[in-house]
């Protein structure tokens, strides 16, 4: 198998740790190429659980991880979960950890700020996870944040670090009481920076050495592509660029070298926070979808809101990131629905759209149409072959693969990492 690059093709929490999780052996290295802590990759391993949100999941197979210089990095979270994998038996150290230099910092009042804008600038909130990752990408685009290089000189350090408080401050001031402490923060950062310092790299310089000319790069991106900010649902949308074409900036490799580009969607489809969507279950039946597939955030414990599987949708996200195939996950969450429902076009009003709009109005205004299949009131968790799956999960499978004129390469069909059926190799 050549590079892989996997991203979620939904509105994230798809499943994307697992199916690294799963190919990750065959591959020298994992990268993670953009978002922050709020990113939530969860693998279950018999009774234990692995809730990952900044390192890669490599870390679980011992594999060389990276973390690339667009992902938003906390170091006090970045530190806490490293702590909780070696409690969990996960050796971590800077032979198989490293991140870029140049990464931007997100510090503890990027959070606060964030919290304070949700709650008390914006009519219709986003629907952030709070943890500060839009303020942090925010100081980056702005050029007044901190890089993980500028640990490295406490003079400097001291003067970037002054002026980004003195800049929120003024923010804060006319909103609230709270106000930035340029003391205890520079504190915090003298008191980690040694720990920290030990992990970073010039990424670009490291990967682009001759050790790793014949080595294979598997690439792991966060959130879903319908929350790309520049091709999601925006403004409903996370606060970095989701699509694989980031990779190779954020690493800095040729763009070829992303290699084949993996989507994964569940059988169905979740997004969390606000925003359009068209298929979601208002009804009872949403709720039993969420309980059935345990959809609570594994990193904010919020809700899923849950619908019916969105073609259209999935359709958009092909497009836009470039898939080569797709990895199916959840099929198992739907034994016992005698019904199944995929939408493969939109209407709006007396019009018939095969495409999902920009616009955030059309797209609360869609009436989606929809194929209704027989559900196969059977067990899958637990099969090892296509073939042995029931009959109507075959088709439910063929339908979607057929309307996405993609192949489908994995399947999940259940919680636990075994739970996967190879469908066809990835050519």
Same mark, same amino acid.
């Given at each position: 198998?050549?590079?892989?690059?996997?991203?979620?093709?939904?509105?994230?929490?798809?499943?994307?740790?697992?199916?690294?999780?799963?190919?990750?052996?065959?591959?020298?290295?994992?990268?993670?190429?953009?978002?922050?802590?709020?990113?939530?990759?969860?693998?279950? $391993?018999? #009774?234990?659980?692995?809730?990952? %949100? /900044?390192?890669? =999941?490599?870390? !679980?197979?011992? @594999?060389?991880?990276?973390?690339?210089?667009?992902?938003?990095?906390?170091?006090?979270?970045?530190?806490?979960?490293?702590?909780?994998?070696?409690?969990?038996?996960?050796?971590?150290?800077?032979?198989?950890?490293?991140?870029?230099?140049?990464?931007?910092?997100?510090?503890?009042?990027?959070?606060?700020?964030?919290?304070?804008?949700?709650?008390?600038?914006?009519?219709?909130?986003?629907?952030?996870?709070?943890?500060?990752?839009?303020?942090?990408?925010?100081?980056?685009?702005?050029?007044?944040?901190?890089?993980?290089?500028?640990?490295?000189?406490?003079?400097?350090?001291?003067?970037?670090?002054?002026?980004?408080?003195?800049?929120?401050?003024?923010?804060?001031?006319?909103?609230?009481?709270?106000?930035?402490?340029?003391?205890?923060?520079?504190?915090?950062?003298?008191? $980690?920076? #040694?720990?920290?310092?030990?992990? %970073? /790299?010039?990424? =670009?310089?490291? !990967?682009?050495? @001759?050790?790793?000319?014949?080595?294979?790069?598997?690439?792991?991106?966060?959130?879903?592509?319908?929350?790309?900010?520049?091709?999601?649902?925006?403004?409903?949308?996370?606060?970095?660029?989701?699509?694989?074409?980031?990779?190779?900036?954020?690493?800095?490799?040729?763009?070829?070298?992303?290699?084949?580009?993996?989507?994964?969607?569940?059988?169905?489809?979740?997004?969390?926070?606000?925003?359009?969507?068209?298929?979601?279950?208002?009804?009872?039946?949403?709720?039993?979808?969420?309980?059935?597939?345990?959809?609570?955030?594994?990193?904010?414990?919020?809700?899923?809101?849950?619908?019916?599987?969105?073609?259209?949708?999935?359709?958009?996200?092909?497009?836009?990131?470039?898939?080569?195939?797709?990895?199916?996950?959840?099929?198992?969450?739907?034994?016992?629905?005698?019904?199944? #429902?995929?939408?493969?076009?939109?209407? /709006?009003?007396?019009?018939?759209?095969?495409?999902?709009?920009?616009?955030?109005?059309?797209?609360?205004?869609?009436?989606?149409?929809?194929?209704?299949?027989?559900?196969?009131?059977?067990?899958?968790?637990?099969?090892?072959?296509?073939?042995?799956?029931?009959?109507?999960?075959?088709?439910?499978?063929?339908?979607?693969?057929?309307?996405?004129?993609?192949?489908?390469?994995?399947?999940?069909?259940?919680?636990?990492?075994?739970?996967?059926?190879?469908?066809?190799?990835?050519?």
């Amino acid at each position: 198998m050549k590079n892989l690059t996997i991203v979620g093709a939904q509105w994230g929490d798809e499943g994307k740790g697992k199916i690294v999780d799963h190919l990750c052996n065959k591959f020298d290295v994992v990268l993670r190429f953009q978002g922050g802590h709020n990113a939530g990759h969860t693998i279950i $391993i018999g #009774k234990e659980k692995f809730i990952l %949100s /900044i390192l890669p =999941s490599g870390l !679980i197979r011992n @594999k060389l991880s990276i973390i690339g210089s667009s992902v938003v990095i906390d170091p006090v979270h970045f530190l806490k979960e490293i702590d909780l994998l070696r409690k969990k038996k996960i050796k971590i150290s800077k032979k198989n950890l490293k991140i870029a230099n140049n990464a931007s910092i997100l510090l503890p009042f990027h959070s606060i700020i964030d919290q304070i804008r949700e709650q008390k600038l914006s009519k219709k909130k986003i629907g952030t996870t709070g943890r500060g990752i839009g303020p942090c990408y925010e100081d980056k685009v702005a050029r007044r944040g901190l890089k993980i290089y500028d640990l490295e000189d406490i003079d400097s350090l001291r003067v970037r670090l002054k002026n980004l408080v003195n800049f929120h401050n003024i923010f804060l001031k006319s909103l609230s009481k709270k106000r930035i402490s340029f003391n205890e923060t520079f504190k915090l950062l003298k008191s $980690i920076r #040694k720990k920290i310092l030990p992990f %970073s /790299i010039d990424v =670009s310089e490291f !990967i682009n050495s @001759k050790y790793f000319f014949k080595k294979k790069f598997l690439f792991e991106g966060a959130q879903g592509l319908m929350l790309d900010i520049d091709h999601g649902t925006f403004p409903f949308v996370t606060s970095s660029n989701t699509i694989p074409a980031i990779a190779a900036a954020s690493i800095g490799i040729k763009p070829s070298k992303i290699g084949h580009i993996l989507g994964v969607v569940k059988a169905y489809t979740t997004r969390v926070g606000e925003g359009p969507f068209p298929t979601e279950i208002k009804s009872n039946l949403g709720l039993e979808l969420a309980k059935k597939g345990r959809e609570f955030g594994s990193v904010t414990g919020r809700p899923r809101r849950c619908g019916w599987f969105d073609a259209v949708q999935c359709k958009k996200a092909i497009n836009i990131a470039g898939i080569n195939s797709i990895a199916l996950t959840k099929i198992d969450v739907l034994d016992k629905f005698k019904k199944i #429902k995929i939408c493969y076009e939109y209407k /709006i009003g007396k019009k018939i759209i095969k495409f999902m709009p920009n616009s955030n109005k059309m797209l609360n205004n869609i009436k989606p149409r929809y194929l209704i299949l027989d559900g196969w009131c059977a067990n899958t968790t637990g099969i090892k072959n296509k073939k042995m799956l029931p009959q109507k999960a075959q088709k439910f499978i063929k339908v979607i693969e057929n309307i996405l004129n993609i192949p489908i390469n994995f399947l999940s069909n259940g919680p636990d990492r075994n739970d996967i059926i190879n469908l066809k190799k990835i050519t």
